[in-house]
């Protein structure tokens, strides 16, 4: 990459330490692009939580609108720490642009308070926020992918959207907001079933894939054992109990590593 991917590295180092980890663990050519959209990622996501003003919230995501919009318009891109090595980035893999405006779009939800009104839109928020996200890294290390695996990574970008979600429910909780549809022990229970059963199924299709796109499957790697730990109990997930070790979620990270797996 020409632009300098520094500051976001950094910036993803801070915010979203695992992603940062899984995207170590990529050849250094391939660091920069997955760097960078894990910091597009974060600005997108942190826009709803950094004020209480929904009014302002909304602008600052129509700023990433506008941004997104020049960029894929043509237009010179705006001199930002994440804009201008994205905008690279979109140009040198030809990245859709569908995915960015939908994952803008889907965080308007995170502005209020209101819960998903149904599981079918809890599942379309994951999709739409993970899900996309791990579609845009593949692409980006990988282009294109082949039909046969779209579904496939579709559905495991479900599942480790549905992890990264338990993961976040006591955030959620502080300032007001539901993070899932249905928060009981049976509820929980049923969509981590789901979303284990979605990824699970899903890896044998993206084998073939993981010969270039394995370091952007990677950020995945705790999925599994998370959604076990909310089948096996479901108040893990409500009490911010899910979180392994440093030292178990490095090792576990690296042993994929290694044997070149996800």
């Keep these: 990459m020409r632009a300098d991917w520094t500051a976001c590295a950094e910036q993803v180092q801070r915010a979203d330490p695992d992603r940062f980890l899984s995207a170590m663990t990529a050849r250094p050519d391939q660091r920069g692009p997955l760097m960078v959209l894990y910091a597009f990622n974060l ?10 003003e929904p009014l302002i919230a909304e602008m600052r995501l129509q700023w990433w609108r506008d941004a997104i919009a020049e960029v894929f318009d043509g237009r010179e891109a705006r001199r930002h720490d994440v804009v201008t090595p994205l905008a690279e980035v979109i140009h040198s893999h030809k990245l859709p642009r569908e995915l960015f405006d939908v ?3 889907a965080r308007s939800w ?4 209101e819960k998903h009104q149904s599981a079918a839109a809890l599942d379309d928020y994951v999709q739409a926020t993970q899900g996309n996200l791990l579609c845009l ?11 046969a695996q779209r579904q496939a990574l579709e559905d495991f970008g479900y599942g480790a959207g549905v992890a990264t979600l338990f993961k976040a429910v ?10 899932l549809f249905d928060e009981t022990d049976a509820g929980i229970a049923a969509l981590a079933k789901r979303a284990l059963a979605a990824s699970t199924k899903a890896r044998t299709a993206l084998r073939p894939l993981a010969k270039t796109a394995a370091p952007a499957l990677r950020a995945g790697w705790q999925s599994g054992a ?8 479901p108040d893990r997930v409500r009490c911010g109990e899910l979180e392994p070790s440093p030292a178990a ?9 290694a044997i070149g797996g996800f």
Excluded: F
Aim: hydrophobic share 45%; glycine share 2%.
């Design 43 to 52: 600005e997108v996501a942190r826009a709803p939580w950094a004020t209480k």
């Design 103 to 105: 994952m803008i779009e």
């Design 110 to 113: 995170d502005i209020y308070p």
């Design 137 to 147: 890294t593949c692409l980006a290390l990988n282009r294109p992918i082949p039909d």
């Design 170 to 179: 006591p955030a959620y909780k502080a300032v007001g907001h539901a993070a």
């Design 226 to 233: 998370v959604l076990r730990q909310a089948i096996k109990n």
């Design 249 to 257: 979620k490095k090792l576990s990270l690296l042993w994929k590593s």
